[in-house]
């Protein structure tokens, strides 16, 4: 079941979300080359403790770190350690936190040093199709319509998405309902309505969508070694639009129409009423 959440909710999930944004700044300038990615993580934790917040991903189902960080070929779930990061790496960056009894969850993907031409575009095209996506998180549309515009988005740019993990529902639990592909025919159930909150997050990768998993049970790569890109916001559609609750400022991208941030405007008008759900398969 999907868990419509109410105003004050929505409000609460901002305050978290407006946390987890203000880690990635400073988190991005570390990531140059020479850090461990051990050291990223260890900068993650202290920012998100110091603001009052539980790191989410510490303990959960067993992950051993605060935070995911997944270099090259490594798509989703990699666990910082002892790995230096090198200049033309692409470097994923997967951020969640739980403030006041919610979940924030956030993404970005940065090119360290001098990058290839392709791992440039690849990054460039990973971030279009969340916007793309996020645009289409209309009240009174379709699940489908995100997923639809996503993957017509990457794989027009000769890019694919990865089939195997997904985005997801997110409020009291990292994972409720609904799962969010990446891909789908538009005017795919459920439909989208005020009140719901996604983590959409495009999982991209150069070559072929196939992916497997490393030894440790976490790692996510790409079965042919081709990059793989990852962006993600955490949204809530409320009667006006799809608002981001994890909005970064990033100056490649300017505010998308229908996708407000959660600092402007008045209050979402959404319902009072909430269930319970938990998918499976879904990414952090």
């Not at 009667?239 to 979402?268: N, Q």
């Amino acid at each position: 079941m999907i868990n419509l959440k109410t105003a004050h909710e929505i409000d609460l999930m901002a305050r978290a979300g407006r946390l987890l944004a203000s880690v990635l700044p400073p988190l991005q300038e570390a990531c140059k080359p020479g850090v461990r990615t051990a050291d990223l993580d260890r900068i993650a934790d202290k920012l998100i403790r110091d603001g009052g917040a539980i790191p989410g991903f510490l303990g959960y189902h067993g992950f051993p770190k605060s935070i995911c960080v997944s270099i090259n070929d490594e798509a989703v779930h990699g666990i910082p350690g002892t790995r230096k990061v090198a200049s033309g790496d692409v470097v994923s960056l997967d951020l969640g936190l739980v403030l006041d009894g919610f979940w924030a969850d956030v993404g970005i993907t940065v090119g360290v040093g001098k990058i290839s031409k392709e791992a440039d575009r690849l990054i460039k095209v990973t971030e279009e199709a969340l916007y793309v996506g996020i645009a289409k998180a209309q009240p009174g549309g379709y699940l489908g319509d995100i997923s639809s515009a996503i993957q017509e988005h990457v794989e027009k740019a000769g890019f694919s998405v990865i089939r195997q993990f997904v985005g997801h529902g997110i409020g009291r639990q990292m994972h409720e309902d609904p799962q969010v592909p990446n891909f789908g025919a538009p005017g795919t159930p459920p439909r989208l309505k005020p009140g719901m909150t996604l983590a959409i997050e495009p999982m991209v990768n150069a070559g072929s969508h196939e992916v497997y998993m490393k030894p440790d049970g976490w790692t996510i790569c790409t079965v042919d070694g081709a990059l793989s890109a990852y962006f993600e916001h955490t949204v809530a559609i409320t009667d006006k639009g799809p608002l981001i609750l994890t909005a970064l400022s990033s100056p490649s991208h300017g505010e998308l129409p229908g996708a407000k941030r959660r600092d402007e405007g008045t209050s979402p008008k959404v319902p009072a009423g909430r269930s319970n759900g938990h998918p499976s398969g879904a990414s952090h």
